[in-house]
């Protein structure tokens, strides 16, 4: 792995101490060094210094990666437009080598000489495409499952993209990978690239300022999402000082924003004291109530299914379709209700039509490439319904007729005349004390049957025969 100098630019140190002391933490967790390196400026900004001094702007970039490439150390970095400036700043110059001749006969006064060697990291490039979300996930002991978050990439993580090149500049998909490591879903939503607005305070427009950030919080709200997290200094400050201002107007999300570092300690199993999360200006209490909750739920999935099996089925999927209820209602996908137990929903599922959907057809036992079945999860899902009262009508009358009587169907005097009719004799009698019987002793000697444990038919070997009995 190579070695790094964390590039922690004006913001963090300054004003949100607490996303420095959770990357800090978060970088011990994962076992990844890194140096500080004295002397650095600011990246330098580019809205402002950019605009108002080019050449200062280029020339106090290069003297920063020069400082970095001096040291044999590459540059990483917990801020969007630190990491921006840098990555277009080595564009720039390896693109137009006067510009670069220009810069170094100036560095020159300073002793350093830009090469064009060093690299840049963001943490979240580094995250996904250096460490991999297997070596994230292993160090999660408090899964974020059952947690709906909203990732904000900001604008400055994925733009300039020729500069950049890290993922898409529209639909990007690797910061909501790294945040799915942690256990969490990440929620699509409409404002998911809307830029934060803090642009407008340079106009000093505070109103327009207010209008982004207060757009994308309502449309979380609507979405049930309990936490908003970015990885920019600038974006974090609009969120979570315009919530506060909204609260305090009156209008409250319940949207806890954080630092992407704060959600992967909190996942790694750091307090929110040792954090420092009571350093924000909006709640974040709202969150962690939704998050007992959720662990709430996903103990009550722990204890009737199979997880990890569960998973599997989700991230495959290949059985849906051959699924003849998802061919009649395309709708209504198998696979869906997979993925609410696994994310810690089953108990909600209960009371929904949605399970009732399975016609039981055992396609997917034939089917399915892992020697499992989504059958055997909805009958679990429709077991729990029918003992929590929440069957259909017509299931909760078949189930009750037959504890009555022993059957679905009683033989009305019609059907009785129609096997007249057709030299058939009288349909057998209803022995109710039988049928009482099973029902008592169902109740009173529970079977040992597995659930949501084995499959119903697993695979013999070839040279094992099934059993005869006598």
């Known amino acids: 792995m190579a070695k790094y100098a964390m590039f922690w630019g004006c913001q963090i140190p300054a004003r949100l101490p607490f996303a420095e002391k959770a990357t800090r933490l978060v970088m011990d967790q994962l076992d990844v060094p890194f140096e500080e390196l004295e002397g650095f400026t600011c990246c330098p900004e580019r809205e402002l210094i950019r605009t108002a001094d080019e050449d200062l702007w280029y020339l106090a970039a290069a003297r920063n990666l020069a400082l970095a490439e001096e040291r044999g150390l590459n540059l990483l970095t917990p801020c969007n437009g630190c990491y921006s400036t840098q990555k277009d700043a080595i564009y720039q110059l390896k693109l137009n080598p006067r510009l670069h001749d220009d810069v170094n006969g100036s560095l020159g006064s300073f002793d350093l000489e830009y090469r064009g060697r060093v690299q840049t990291k963001h943490l979240v490039e580094f995250f996904h495409d250096d460490l991999g979300l297997a070596a994230i996930q292993s160090r999660v002991r408090a899964p974020l499952a059952g947690m709906k978050v909203a990732v904000h990439p900001g604008c400055h993580l994925v733009r300039p993209f020729p500069a950049i090149n890290f993922d898409d500049p529209i639909k990007p998909i690797k ?66 000082y315009k919530q506060a201002i909204m609260r305090r107007q ?25 954090i420092g999360l009571g350093l924000h200006r909006s709640s974040v209490e709202p969150f962690f109530r939704e998050w007992e909750r959720a662990r709430h739920r996903l103990s009550f999935a722990k204890e009737h299914f199979d997880l990890p099996v569960e998973m599997l089925l989700v991230n495959c999927g290949g059985c849906v379709t051959d699924c003849p209820a998802h061919r009649v209602n395309p709708a209504w996908n198998p696979n869906t209700i997979m993925g609410r137990i696994v994310s810690g929903e ?8 949605d399970i009732w959907q399975c016609i039981d057809c055992f396609v997917c036992d034939e089917m399915c490439p892992q020697r499992w079945s989504m059958r055997i999860a909805f009958e679990t899902l429709r077991h729990l319904a029918i003992q929590r009262g929440h069957a259909t009508r017509g299931a909760k009358n078949a189930v009750d007729g037959f504890r009555k009587v022993g059957k679905l169907i009683e033989a009305t005097e019609s059907h009785k005349a129609q096997r007249a009719k057709l030299g058939l004799p009288p349909p057998p009698r209803t022995d109710l004390d039988v049928a009482r019987r099973l029902a008592d002793a169902a109740k009173s000697n529970h079977l040992d049957i597995p659930h949501e444990l084995s499959s119903d038919h697993p695979s013999l070997p070839e040279d094992e025969e099934l059993p005869v009995t006598e």
Do not use: I, W
């Open 250 to 274: 009156g209008e409250d999300t319940g949207v806890a924003v954080f630092y992407l570092p704060e959600l992967m300690a909190l996942a790694f199993g750091y307090e929110a004291e040792e």
């Open 346 to 353: 089953a108990e909600d599922l209960l009371e929904s039509k």
């Open 175 to 240: 910061f909501d990978a790294v945040v799915e490591a942690l256990g969490a879903k990440s929620v699509a939503h409409s404002t998911k690239m809307l830029c934060c607005g803090q642009g407008f305070n340079a106009a000093e427009e505070a109103e327009h300022s207010a209008a982004l950030p207060a757009e994308k919080l309502r449309e979380l709200k609507a979405l049930g999402v309990k936490a908003l997290v970015t990885c920019c200094p600038t974006c974090f400050m609009q969120y979570d």
